[in-house]
């Protein structure tokens, strides 16, 4: 897959180095032709969302908090395969929500995350996904997002 870098410029977005784990954990495992990801949180350079949606963070900071947490992911992809080329397909995004009993708009909050890869890779980064609120989440972010995406 290519990533379309004219599109995060154009969004005012970037890729940051990989995190580091902020646990005992790896960022991502390669077995056969997949590469599982941990959880990544919506933190990304100088971006990062704290709070829980329903209460002090709006779906459309969520919907930021989901790209934040993407892109963090995308990073780690990039450290791991030295760019996106040997990626051929996302598999499966399985998003986090920080947010109150009463909130249900998780969707719509993921699709921060869902519609950028598709922004970025173009229509073959369509995949499956989960959404759900959770009562907290590490550090307090807003959304953590895990995925597992095939590799050549």
Known sequence: MKLNSEVLEKKGLKLNPAPAPVGSYVQCIRTGNYLHLSGGISVNGDVAVYGKLGADVSIEDGQKAAQAAILN???????????????????AVNGFVNCTPDFTDQAKVLNGASDLLVELFGPEAAHSRSAVGVVSLPLGVAVEINMIVEIA
């Open 73 to 91: 992911r995308l990073a780690v992809i990039q450290a791991e395969l030295g760019g996106f080329e040997k990626m051929t397909k996302i598999v």
